[in-house]
């Protein structure tokens, strides 16, 4: 966490508060949208997006942990996909409770072993989580046949689909997830360690930060969050596929990054990510809207997030 | 000096260590496919592993300056797609075009890691977007045709001359040369220590520039043997690349933090790996398992590496 400028002028408190800048950013695209594209000045459009986007926003929150301490979760595409193909294929023959808890020990476990590899066997984070993700996908071609089940559960079609008080619950589960997670994160022992390992794991390590503890609390729960939006994603549509995790392995980064966190660990807001998600989100609804081809879709998108990051994302050199 | 000396012996010792993996592996292989070392296999070896060799050595290039690039796959793809488009008009205007098209995008990258104060990371994940997309309005389906005499030249050999495997020795021949230029010795400088790099006059951003650049080339290179491999072009075929250059530049030694590596080493590793995965089909095991057992061996090699040099990175 950024320390409290001594003198409060306005741009210092925005230079060091990117989390702000990103919910600034959010704010003033969704205006721009508002005045410039149609449909999104209505209620349901509103709730329409905040549902769509609690699926991305919430693999996200946990790739904020991992990220702050200064690692990297390539694997949340294949977990994603992992925990809904699992919970589909188990829930048709035991029932949705089962397949709920199938799917978010096997998550769990993917998380587990990334921690290990990266603790215990030391393959950098980025190596680490690529093979644990590529590992799950071809697990999962050999699990399926290449062909996985759809399932209705009736309690994750409700987590996906139902409103409290017009709220969608989607949102409110991705909502009580980031405030657990930015309690542990900006408020416990296990968050002061991993902003410390973000910040310089050596001499962390040497002034006693448990790497290994800290390592799998961050990845474990990563992955348990991208299992819990494959999950949401599985009541969502019903079906599950072997690839309907792959979005969310560059934009859950992407989300992190654009809310503000640094990449290299140690800075940031979880509630940053929120935002990231959100503009991510309203982005591509944004482009949707204008009717545009993938390729230019695709484009756009790259562009903008590299115009963010411009803006306000920038490493301090050392 | 002595740093120099026991610099040359370790990296002798990675190549000296995948050699002699690769030639258990060779060994094994021998015994699934009998015929392995006659001109015609190794001509269809060299065609079928060549694109994978090069996006390693593109690979390497960058983790050399220190980076990393998460758009390679896209970038190849888009060297594909852009042959693939044009080949039927001229195959040579079609590469140049593919070339310069891979460079670009590989310049695009080094100004914005040089200049913008990004992390190599972000950039390349952005910019796998941006080529992507790029890619998938040069060729929104697949498609594409190479002329077929390309192909069967490439792919079976012309006048007994196994072509794909020439190539590689004449791009490794090249980066031999480019390692004894100015430019070579900036490149392991930059990596291994920027701020010493920088303080004794080297200019490092433009170094960086040209690393993603001549990066780009290679990857292009790549790209434009998997169109002449396949006899067209495919926007989504670019992914895996990604995953299998960075095993193939770990496991030969190619350091993450830059500066320490050899792109011979990078050559045998990739050929390591692409034999691994023919090894697979020969056992009969379903192709599912393919992923599964990349991803472990990925594990394993660099875990032993790890441990086997861990004064280096420690």
């Known amino acids: 966490m950024t320390a409290l400028p001594r003198a409060a002028a306005v741009p210092r408190v925005l230079r060091d508060n990117r989390a702000a800048w990103a919910f600034g950013v959010l704010i003033v695209t969704w205006i721009a949208a508002i005045l410039f594209a149609k449909g999104f000045d209505s209620v349901s459009s509103v709730r329409y ?15 904020t942990l991992v990220i702050m301490m200064s690692g990297i979760d390539l694997s949340v595409s294949g977990v994603v996909a992992l925990s809904a193909v699992v919970c589909a294929q188990v829930a048709s023959g035991s029932g949705g ?54 399932a209705k559960v009736p309690l994750l079609a409700s987590f996906a689909n139902d409103r409290v008080a017009g709220v969608p619950l989607a949102f409110v589960l991705w909502i009580a997830i980031t405030a657990v997670a930015a309690w542990l994160l900006h408020a416990s022992r296990v968050g002061r360690y991993v902003f410390a390992l973000g910040n310089g794991e050596r001499a962390s390590r040497a002034s006693g930060v448990p790497l290994a503890r800290t390592a799998f609390i961050a990845y474990g729960t990563c992955a348990l969050l991208a299992g819990v939006s494959g999950l949401v994603l599985l009541g969502f549509t019903s079906t599950s596929s072997l690839t309907m995790g792959n979005p969310y392995q560059l934009l859950s980064i992407a989300a992190v990054v654009l809310g503000g ?58 | 000096m002595p740093d120099r000396l026991t610099g040359a012996l370790r990296g002798n010792v990675d190549v000296a260590g995948l050699g002699a993996l690769l030639v258990v592996l060779l060994a094994v ?15 269809i070896l060299s065609a079928q592993f060549l694109p994978l060799i090069l996006a390693a050595m593109g690979q390497s290039t960058v983790m050399l300056a220190g980076g990393i690039d998460l758009s390679l796959g896209s970038v190849l793809a ?137 990066a780009g080339v290679f990857i292009g290179l790549a790209g434009i043997g998997l169109a002449v491999q396949t006899g067209s072009g495919d926007a989504t075929i670019g992914a ?43 056992t009969g095991l379903s192709p599912f398992y393919q992923l599964i057992m990349q991803g472990a061996v990925l594990i394993v090699a660099i875990a032993v590496k790890t441990f086997a040099t861990r004064e280096r990175t420690d």
């Open chain 1, 49 to 63: 997006l905040v549902q769509t986007a609690a699926f991305l926003g919430i693999v996200a929150v946990g790739q």
């Open chain 1, 97 to 150: 409770a089962a397949g709920i808890a199938a799917a978010l020990l096997a998550s769990v476990l993917v998380g587990v072993a990334n921690a290990a590899g990266v603790t215990w066997l030391r393959v950098p984070p980025m190596v680490m989580t690529l093979a644990t993700g590529t590992i799950v996908a071809g697990a999962l071609l050999v699990y399926t046949d290449g062909s996985p089940k759809s």
């Open chain 2, 78 to 214: 888009l060297a594909m797609a852009v042959f693939a488009v044009r080949a039927e008009d001229g195959v040579v205007l079609a590469a140049v075009l593919a070339l310069l098209a891979a460079a670009a995008t590989g310049a695009a990258n080094g100004v914005l890691v040089a200049y913008a104060g990004l992390p190599p990371i972000i950039v390349t994940l952005a910019a796998s977007f941006l080529w992507g997309g790029v890619t998938l309005v040069v060729l929104p389906q697949p498609g594409g045709s190479v002329p077929s005499g390309l192909v069967k030249a490439y792919n079976n050999g012309w006048n007994g001359i196994a072509l794909p495997a020439l190539a590689i020795v004449l791009v490794l021949v090249l980066w031999k040369v480019v390692r004894t230029t100015r430019f070579g010795l900036s490149l392991y400088a930059v990596g291994g220590n920027e701020h010493g790099a920088y303080a004794s006059g080297i200019a490092t951003r433009k170094v960086k520039i040209s690393a993603y650049a001549l």
């Open chain 2, 29 to 43: 292989y021998s015994h699934y496919d009998s015929e392995v070392f006659t001109p015609a296999s190794i001509t």
């Open chain 1, 261 to 318: 966190t640094s990449i290299l660990g140690g800075r940031g807001h979880v509630l940053g990510t929120v935002a990231g998600a959100l503009l991510l989100t309203l982005l591509t609804a944004l482009l949707a809207a204008w009717n545009v081809s993938e390729g230019v879709r695709q484009i756009v998108l790259g562009l903008l997030i590299i115009a963010l990051l411009l803006a306000y994302a920038r490493e301090r050199r050392s």
């Open chain 2, 240 to 282: 895996p690349y990604t995953l299998n250059s960075i095993a193939a530049s770990v496991l030969a030694g190619v350091s993450f933090f830059g500066g320490v590596g050899q792109m011979r080493a990078t050559v045998l590793a990739a050929l390591l790996i692409g034999l691994l995965t023919n090894l697979l089909l020969f």
